[in-house]
């Protein structure tokens, strides 16, 4: 029988986010890591909160599969303790806490966002894009929930497309560096570089140097859309989660730059939330194309048979897409500069 249950679900979506943000910044799950179990009444001591609350939180996280029970506790379930440790190779606990600090609020008034067809986290009369912003702590803040997302997807990605059969990366708005880390560490003889602005080239720097590898991945700073040239000297190059940032014209304009800065036979990797050819879905690339109309002045989210047809007006051949799950892509679409 058909029932209003699925929009009742649509209606209460925000509480299941908001629930996990809340463990979030208690940071719930990195105190049961490695195993550890808790009851409500330890909760409420360990987090300084009642006792009703602490109880409903934790059979709360453990309907969204974030706990699991343990005797008379819960302790953390396989995905929470692979991602929401602190520490964690992995951990993405950066990207809710800056959804739920930076763009919850926004999406309140996401009608205005349809009316207007103006971001609402920045002021495009004052700012040329969300990217420009010099204020040091929104920049980490940014970065550090980019950083989040994009180290699991790089793994997917390095899953999916093998990038051991090239020589040198160049990340394209590469931004924290994330993927260059990723790749670096899959593919040994892989080397890389970060080209990004001035300021975002800078958190690549502290975050290659965490990992170890300055001798293998390096930062070039640059305007992709302002100069009207790539660097030159890399038979790969990749646009990870950047061109539903922009508009049409202008990701034509820099898959030209990607064919004119290319050797022949030189690679791009465009790896991205990619809607379904008759725009219907998935719901994560959908609802991430609602998302830049919150933080950008002309992205959304496109198919990857838009993107197909992009690279092969641009002069590329043997476009193919290559589909993974991951949190920041479900797949990549790769194309070749001919011989």
């Not at 966002?113 to 940014?142: G, K």
């Not at 993107?307 to 799950?325: C, H, I, Q």
Request: glycine share 10%; proline share 6%; with cysteine.
């Amino acid at each position: 029988m058909l029932t209003p249950a699925p929009l009742m679900r649509l209606v209460s979506g925000f509480w299941g986010f908001k629930t996990f943000a809340a463990a979030v910044e208690l940071d719930l799950f990195t105190y049961l890591a490695g195993g550890r179990v808790i009851t409500g009444p330890e909760a409420a001591t360990a987090f300084g909160i009642a006792l009703r609350p602490a109880g409903v939180l934790l059979t709360a996280c453990a309907s969204l599969g974030l706990l699991e029970r343990a005797g008379e506790g819960y302790r953390n379930s396989r995905l929470a303790e692979e991602y929401l440790v602190a520490g964690r190779p992995y951990y993405f606990g950066d990207q809710v806490r800056y959804c739920d600090e930076r763009t919850y609020l926004p999406w309140h008034r996401i009608g205005e966002a349809l009316r207007t067809d103006r971001p609402l986290t920045w002021d495009p009369d004052t700012q040329d894009s969300m990217f420009a912003t010099v204020d040091a702590e929104l920049v980490q803040r940014f970065w550090g929930a980019m950083h989040s997302t994009s180290m699991s997807t790089a793994a997917a990605l390095g899953a999916a497309y093998d990038f051991g059969a090239h020589a040198r990366l160049l990340d394209i708005g590469g931004g924290s560096a994330a993927y260059p880390i990723e790749l670096c560490r899959r593919f040994p003889h892989l080397r890389a570089t970060v080209y990004d602005l001035p300021h975002v080239c800078e958190v690549a720097r502290g975050r290659i140097a965490a990992a170890g590898l300055t001798d293998r991945v390096g930062t070039q700073p640059g305007d992709f859309l302002r100069q009207p040239d790539l660097p030159h000297g890399y038979d790969v190059m990749l646009l990870s989660m950047v061109l539903h940032d922009w508009d049409e014209p202008t990701n034509r304009t820099l898959l030209a730059k990607c064919h004119a800065a290319l050797p022949p036979g030189g690679t791009v990797v465009v790896s991205e939330l990619l809607l379904d050819a008759d725009r219907s879905g998935p719901p994560e690339a959908a609802l991430m194309g609602m998302n830049m109309l919150v933080e950008t002045a002309a992205g959304q989210n496109y198919a990857g048979t838009e993107y197909a047809a992009w690279l092969a007006d641009a002069g590329f051949a043997n476009v193919r897409v290559m589909p993974f799950e991951a949190a920041g892509a479900n797949g990549a679409v790769v194309a070749n500069r001919p011989g």
